[in-house]
């Protein structure tokens, strides 16, 4: 990956030759920082400020980073938008993780959101994406 530094790779793919066939095929890289769960999980969004109940949203994938979720209704949310959100793991504690969040993407129903305070740990959201993994 040293030789592309320079190129944003999240939207393109890559033709690749193989060596031993000689046939050419494309490749799709992810690069994340964590690794990403999809998920299934009943959730709730709060305002930052006051945690007043906004939404229910459904959880879709997670990761130590950050959080993917379909929000239920036609809310208004956009980039760089800071929330919180709570949402119960189905592990065998039934751990409850509250975060803030910060909104990186909007497409139609899906947000995609960092956890504001990336540097804190989460152990038990730690455990629970190891786990299933």
Do not use: W
Not at 88 to 100: G, R, T
Not at 113 to 129: G, P, Q
């Amino acid at each position: 990956m040293a030789n592309y530094t320079d190129y944003y790779l999240g939207e393109k793919s890559l033709k690749v030759k193989c060596d031993i066939c000689n046939k050419a095929f494309h490749v799709k890289l992810d690069l994340r920082k964590y690794y990403r769960i999809n998920v299934n999980l009943p959730g709730k969004i709060l305002d930052s400020q006051s945690e007043k109940h906004i939404d229910d949203v459904t959880i879709v994938s997670l990761s130590l980073g950050g959080v993917g979720f379909v929000i239920n209704n036609n809310l208004t949310i956009k980039n760089e938008d800071v929330y919180r959100i709570k949402f119960q793991l189905d592990d065998e504690y039934n751990s409850v993780v509250y975060e803030e969040i910060i909104i990186k993407r909007v497409e139609d129903r899906f947000v995609g959101a960092a956890f504001y305070h990336s540097d804190r740990y989460n152990h038990e959201l730690d455990f629970y994406i190891s786990a299933e993994s």
